[in-house]
């Protein structure tokens, strides 16, 4: 199995979505803006193509998660 290496770093909603090349797939970690407090979450596809569903899908998880606590200062 081929070591995961970081490719791109996005920032959406304060939120760090580090995106990863794994062979033939892709992960993204999504880092919450308050350091420390939350361990990234992982999200994985084994699909050579599906980086932009697999972005698209981290970025819908964290409006969601925005969604439901509607005061976090994490929605600017």
Not at 16 to 23: E, H, N, S, T, Y
């Amino acid at each position: 199995m081929q070591d995961a290496r970081a490719v791109r770093l996005i920032t959406y909603r304060r939120h760090r979505l580090q995106v990863m090349d794994q062979g033939p797939g892709w992960s993204v970690l999504i880092y919450h803006p308050s350091k420390g407090l939350f361990r990234p979450a992982l999200m994985e596809t084994a699909q050579p193509g599906g980086l932009a569903a697999l972005v698209a899908e981290a970025k819908s998880r964290i409006d969601n998660s925005l969604i439901a606590c509607p005061g976090s200062s994490a929605f600017a």
